[in-house]
């Protein structure tokens, strides 16, 4: 199966396309939270399962963003898949989502900065801004 091209909306950044690999899920502090491995997706990855020499995505280890931005793992339909519904050989995209301005300024990090969420590391936001979405409106409607 050939890797799929993601249609991710504005100020949305894919980073990576491929398969879980290895998933470990564990319970903290009530929240469901885990570490996946997602190797790189190519034309012949189901002949390539046995191992390759190819890098693998570990967010766990490379700080690619912070909250409140946000890491989404979308499937090969564009929905969301929740750690709980993450399993082997599932195709996946990454995507970095900008936080609303709203979220990044001083009481927005108050309440969902990193160090809220036990983090030590500062609030680095990504190169690309927040934009406001299209409405649905605007977007389907037929105009006469």
């Known amino acids: 199966m050939a890797p799929m091209t993601p249609v991710v909306g504005p100020g949305c950044l ?20 885990g570490t996946a491995t997602i190797k790189p997706a190519n034309d012949d990855d189901d002949a390539d ?6 890098p693998s995505l570990f967010l766990e280890f490379q700080l ?7 890491i989404t793992v979308l499937d ?11 399993r082997y050989g599932l195709m996946v995209t990454v ?30 936001p990504l190169e690309k801004k927040w934009q406001k979405p299209r409405s649905a409106f605007e977007e389907f409607t037929v105009k006469l």
């Open 64 to 70: 690619v963003c912070t909250t409140p931005d946000l």
């Open 49 to 54: 399962a046995a191992g390759a020499d190819k």
């Open 14 to 33: 894919p980073i990576f396309i491929g398969r879980v690999s290895n998933i470990i899920r564990k319970v903290e502090g009530g929240w469901p939270v």
């Open 95 to 124: 995507i970095l989502l900008p936080a609303h301005p709203l979220w990044t300024a001083a009481p927005g990090l108050k309440f969902a900065g990193t160090p809220r969420l036990g983090m030590k590391v500062p609030f680095t």
């Open 76 to 86: 090969t339909a564009g929905s969301a898949v929740a750690m709980y519904e993450m």
